[in-house]
C-alpha cells in the first residue's frame, strides 16, 4: 500500500483543529504513555504561540500530531505521535518530513528532538543521529537527537 494514499498534512490555523491535537496528545502520551496531563501540554499548545503545529490526517481521519520551535538557532522537533490504529502505514515519516519542510522554508537546515530510546531507530532511518546519553523525560528514556540537511 502506499501510505501516501489518502494521507494529508495540515498546518494548524484553528481552534478545532488545536482541540484534535489536545486529543490525540492525551490519547497517545497521556492515556498509553502515563505522561502526567500537567506535563504534557504548556505555553506552546496555542495557536498564536512561537510553534507551528501540524495534523496528519488518513483517509479524512486525524490520525497524528508534531510540532516544531526554534530553539537555539534550530528547528526542535516536539510532540510527535501517531494514534496505535494509523502506526502501520508510514504516517510517522510523512509527519517528520512536513515538519522538516515547514522549518526549511523559514531558512533553517537544523533539526533537533527529543526521541524516545524506542523510536530511535526510525528516527536513526530518517537522518538523525544520537548526540546524546540516554536520558528521562517524564518517566520515559529518551535521547537527544540531530539532522542537518
Known amino acids: 500500500m502506499n501510505p501516501t494514499t489518502g494521507t494529508e498534512l495540515k498546518h494548524v490555523t484553528t481552534i478545532e483543529q488545536l482541540e484534535l491535537?489536545?486529543?490525540?496528545?492525551?490519547?497517545?502520551?497521556?492515556?498509553?504513555?502515563?505522561?502526567?496531563?500537567?506535563?504534557?501540554?504548556?505555553?506552546?499548545?496555542?495557536?498564536?504561540?512561537?510553534?507551528?503545529?501540524?495534523?496528519?490526517?488518513?483517509?479524512?481521519?486525524?490520525?497524528?500530531?508534531?510540532?516544531?520551535r526554534l530553539v537555539d538557532g534550530t528547528a526542535k522537533l516536539e510532540r510527535i505521535c501517531l494514534l496505535p490504529e494509523f502506526r502501520q502505514y508510514g504516517l510517522g515519516r510523512i509527519l517528520i518530513g512536513g515538519l522538516e519542510q515547514l522549518a526549511v522554508e523559514q531558512g533553517l537546515r537544523h533539526f533537533q528532538l527529543h526521541g524516545q530510546t524506542q523510536a530511535a531507530p526510525f528516527y536513526e532511518k530518517l537522518g538523525y543521529r544520537i548526540f546524546s546519553v540516554p536520558f528521562m523525560e517524564d518517566g520515559i528514556e529518551h535521547v537527544w537527537m540531530i539532522r542537518e540537511v
Open 21 to 68: 491535537i489536545k486529543d490525540i496528545r492525551t490519547r497517545v502520551f497521556v492515556d498509553e504513555q502515563g505522561v502526567p496531563l500537567e506535563d504534557e501540554f504548556d505555553a506552546h499548545d496555542h495557536l498564536d504561540a512561537d510553534c507551528t503545529h501540524i495534523l496528519v490526517y488518513y483517509n479524512g481521519q486525524p490520525a497524528g500530531t508534531g510540532r516544531w
